[in-house]
């Protein structure tokens, strides 16, 4: 699958992913069809995986389906909020496309019902754990983000992180300013910033990177909790303050 990994650029800053396995061609999520169908170029599209209900996932759906005959999977939770599924999906289904096999995650905390789909080296992870950073709490709870982000941190080092959208040089500019003398995360400041002057997206990531520069994978690190004044709390209040200190930014 990583071999045939593509990175889509749709709207103004989301990302979709394409790829292919044993016949089928395999989109995550559709921000919009446009870009999706020029990424096609003609050649069929047998699947749609969607990560969460949100429009900027969402709304190229009927488009694509109308253009291209995909079936579509989501969650069967959040089904009254997603286009019309063919596959509802349950949080420990195990699902077969190709010659691929994943699994289904609950990573609910931006949204209530968000899941992951997790393959051999690839974590397509919509808005839950991003690069840099993760989404927003729109309808869950600190604690509910933060079990699902560890779900990630249990994954090889090597697994890339797929994730919804470009918002990796503002993610790592707040994490700068909780470790500002983290020698990875500068470092990694500096690549992104290459990156996107050569017009090249800094998604997907490394999940081993994320380990050394996410501050919401290092709720754990006494550089954090020092950072957002939670010496001593639990991790979870580390977290919570994290992402507080992020809305704001």
């Not at 989301?14 to 995550?28: D, I, K, M, P, S």
């Not at 991003?130 to 927003?136: K, L, T, V």
């Not at 990630?152 to 003398?181: K, Q, V």
Request: aromatic share 6%.
């Amino acid at each position: 699958m990583r071999d045939s990994l593509t990175t889509i650029p749709c709207l103004s800053d989301n990302y979709a992913f394409l790829f292919e396995t044993g016949g089928r061609r395999v989109l995550v999520d559709a921000p919009e069809a446009g870009p999706i169908l020029a990424a096609l170029d003609g050649r069929p599209l047998t699947d749609i995986l969607l990560t969460h209900h949100h429009p900027d996932h969402v709304q190229g759906v009927a488009e694509l389906v109308a253009a291209t005959g995909a079936k579509v999977w989501g969650a069967a939770a959040d089904a009254h909020r997603l286009p019309p599924l063919d596959h509802a999906l349950e949080p420990g289904d195990r699902i077969e496309i190709g010659t691929e096999t994943g699994a289904v995650w609950d990573v609910s905390g931006h949204t209530i019902g968000h899941i992951a789909f997790v393959f051999d080296g690839v974590a397509f992870t919509g808005d839950s754990l991003m690069a840099a950073g993760c989404g927003r709490l729109f309808e869950g709870a600190p604690a509910q983000m933060l079990t699902s982000l560890r779900q990630f941190d249990t994954l090889p080092g090597e697994t890339l992180i797929a994730s919804g959208h470009e918002y990796t040089g503002n993610n790592l500019a707040f994490a700068r300013t909780l470790e500002p003398s983290n020698a990875q995360l500068i470092s990694r400041i500096a690549e992104v910033e290459r990156l996107r002057a050569e017009g090249e997206p800094s998604v997907p990531s490394v999940l081993e990177t994320e380990r050394h520069t996410n501050p919401f994978l290092r709720a754990h690190i006494e550089a954090i909790k020092d950072a957002t004044g939670t010496s001593g709390q639990s991790d979870e209040a580390t977290f919570a303050a994290t992402r507080r200190a992020k809305d704001a930014f």
